[in-house]
């Protein structure tokens, strides 16, 4: 419907449109959350850091795949579909259950 009508005039913006949760998303084709994950890798030392992304839909595929072996990829959604990340968590539970095991080996 609105996807249909909107689509052409997004791309020709240079943008793309997502269905998420909760609403219709409007992305720039050449800014994504993969770009700034490459920044900040480029930009800091990491070599010692622990590094965990973590992302619930679609756009946070560009990060994951960014990240590559430099960090945990952890894809937090009840829903399950291919994705880059290399674990799934439901949240909350889960979710508060990673961040305070991840906390307590970071503190380490």
């Given at each position: 419907?609105?996807?249909?009508?909107w689509n052409?005039?997004?791309?020709?913006?240079?943008?793309?449109?997502h269905n998420?949760?909760?609403?219709i998303?409007?992305?720039l084709?050449?800014?994504?959350?993969?770009n700034?994950v490459?920044?900040?890798l480029?930009e800091?030392?990491?070599?010692?850091?622990?590094i965990?992304y973590?992302?619930?839909?679609?756009?946070?595929e560009?990060?994951?795949?960014?990240?590559?072996?430099?960090?945990?990829?952890?894809?937090?959604?009840?829903?399950?579909?291919?994705?880059?990340?290399?674990?799934?968590?439901?949240?909350?539970?889960?979710l508060?259950?990673?961040?305070?095991?991840?906390?307590?080996?970071?503190?380490k």
């Amino acid at each position: 419907a609105i996807e249909t009508r909107w689509n052409p005039e997004i791309k020709s913006l240079g943008m793309e449109m997502h269905n998420f949760d909760g609403g219709i998303e409007f992305k720039l084709l050449s800014v994504n959350k993969g770009n700034a994950v490459k920044k900040i890798l480029a930009e800091n030392d990491v070599s010692n850091a622990a590094i965990a992304y973590l992302g619930d839909d679609l756009t946070d595929e560009d990060a994951f795949e960014a990240l590559g072996d430099c960090g945990l990829k952890v894809y937090v959604n009840h829903n399950i579909r291919k994705t880059y990340a290399d674990i799934r968590i439901t949240p909350p539970e889960e979710l508060y259950e990673f961040l305070d095991r991840w906390l307590e080996s970071v503190q380490k």
